[in-house]
């Protein structure tokens, strides 16, 4: 929702003015194998906050109500730069599309 911190840009110019625009304006799809860097210090697996179906369905009822109020601040993406709202929302949409066409979905 915006809470925590940023992750540092690591992108160029080819990845914030050719690649974002192809991707959040769904002209092409999501590529392949594509990692993004972990936070400074960071090794081993990605670990992901622990919590019940209980808690997420509250993390999801705040975003949709925040969302409805245009209450979510721009973020800083690592390879796009800082992107608002509107096209976080579009890079999820692509991102679901991606791994849901892994399993012929």
């Known amino acids: 929702l915006g809470d925590g911190p940023d992750m540092p840009y690591r992108g160029n110019w080819k990845s914030r003015y050719v690649f974002r625009p192809l991707i959040v304006g769904q002209f092409v799809k999501m590529p392949r194998n594509v990692r993004l860097p972990r936070p400074e210090g960071s090794r081993g ?7 019940t179906i209980e808690e ?15 209450d979510l601040p721009a973020r800083m993406h690592p390879y796009f730069g800082r992107m608002s709202p509107w096209a976080w929302q579009r890079i999820h949409h692509s991102h679901f599309e991606h791994h849901l066409a892994q399993f012929a979905l």
């Open 45 to 51: 697996p990605r670990v992901f906050p622990e919590g």
């Open 56 to 70: 997420l369905c509250v993390t999801v009822d705040e975003y949709l109500r925040r969302s409805e109020l245009r």
